[in-house]
């Protein structure tokens, strides 16, 4: 992805969703109006982000971060780390927060095809507040660069030195005030060579403070596991933040997991009128938990598929069966096995 990706996808409107359809009118629908509906309701539902309230607090908190630094002097700002297990959603947030910002530096230039603003008297570049990258295995000094410059548009190719002073240039002509560095778990921090890239994501910090009183975030996959969070001095300016997976062993827990299905299901469930409100909040709330072992994204694609099929087939009831026919990732197989032990050993 680079800047003109990340305009595109923060300025594109999320698709409208269908009106709803009864079971009545549905059978009403020529061939060709069934697949126009269920189209647009496969389209909008795959494209709905679900803000947990957990990851609203997390946005909350980057938000606050983030603009208390453009506040500050210039100089080394603090900075922050996203961590949470593979696939909890942090890129997905960190995406829907960083557009949001985007929009908002922006403003009414948003709109334009092309943002440009002015650095220095009779400069005129491309404005880019927000820089968005995914590191690679054993990202190098070298490698990290490249990504950033490619991002912004330019040519990656040079020495480590030269190109990190060409990453400088290009972050204060195009305003840059957040990086965002995705899948910062795949860092090369053994070794001599990962010192150096600790080194330079410190210096990266302090020269994008200087210049643009911006902030550094890394996000990655159990950070808190790897180098990086070790480091001292990273330590010393880094606030933490996570994001887990939903868990169901206290009432607490239940009642959030219940909440955060309200919130994936409800939409959907418009589209079901003759299904019971509370389907997926308590009738499927614990199935639905074991095959996505309480995972956002997970359960977001669970209810949107059942929904889909049980329009398409006419049905106002989904049963754990018609869950457990709808594919997810390998590691929910995980939990339809330990679901389909459980209600063996219920029926016993
Ligand atoms: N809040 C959410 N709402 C809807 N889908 C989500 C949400 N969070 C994650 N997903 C989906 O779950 C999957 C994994 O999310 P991703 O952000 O890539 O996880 P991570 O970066 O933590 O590995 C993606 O397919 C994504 O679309
Ligand atoms: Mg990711």
């Keep these: 992805m680079d800047a003109h990706d990340w305009h ?32 647009r309701l496969r389209v909008a539902m ?25 506040l500050r002097p210039p100089g080394a700002m603090p900075m922050i780390a996203v961590t949470a297990p593979f696939s909890a959603g942090k890129s997905t947030l960190l995406k829907h927060w960083g557009f949001g910002v985007y929009r908002g530096v922006l403003g009414g230039k948003a709109k ?11 400069v005129i570049a491309d404005w880019v507040p927000v820089v968005y990258v995914t590191l690679m295995a054993s990202s ?27 990453v400088l240039h290009a972050l204060r002509m195009h305003g840059v005030q957040v990086v965002i560095l995705d899948d910062a778990h ?77 919130m994936v299901g409800n939409r959907p469930l418009q589209h079901l009128p003759n299904a019971a409100p509370d389907l997926f909040v308590a009738k499927l709330a614990q199935h639905i938990w074991r095959r996505t072992q309480g995972f956002v994204g997970e359960a977001t694609r669970l209810v949107a598929r059942s929904v889909l099929d049980a329009v398409h087939d006419r049905r106002s009831v989904i049963t754990h069966d018609d869950l457990d026919s709808v594919d997810l990732s390998d590691r929910s197989l995980d939990g339809q096995i330990d679901a389909a032990t459980a209600s063996r050993k219920t029926r016993r």
């Design 140 to 166: 190098s000094i070298k490698e990290i660069n490249a990504l950033i410059l490619l991002y912004l548009g330019y040519p990656p190719e040079g020495l480590a030195r030269t190109t990190t002073t060409r």
């Design 46 to 70: 795959n494209a709905t982000i679900v803000v947990s309230k957990p990851m609203e607090a997390v946005a909350a908190h980057l938000d606050d971060i983030v603009t208390t630094n453009r």
């Design 186 to 262: 795949m860092l090369r921090t053994t070794s001599a060579q990962g010192r150096a890239v600790l080194d330079y994501i410190k210096f990266l910090n302090t020269e994008l403070g200087e210049v643009n009183k911006g902030t550094v975030i890394l996000v990655g996959a159990h950070l808190e596991s790897t180098a990086i969070l070790d480091d001292p001095q990273i330590r010393a300016r880094l606030t933490t933040m996570t994001i887990d997976a939903f868990q169901i062993t206290t009432i607490e827990k239940k009642a959030a997991w219940q909440d955060l299905l309200a």
């Design 112 to 122: 334009e095809e092309r943002p440009t603003w002015s650095p220095q008297p009779g």
């Design 8 to 39: 595109r996808q923060a300025t594109t409107p999320a698709p409208t969703w269908p009106d709803p359809v009864s079971s009545t009118d549905f059978v009403g629908l020529s061939g060709e109006g069934r697949e126009d509906y269920l189209c």
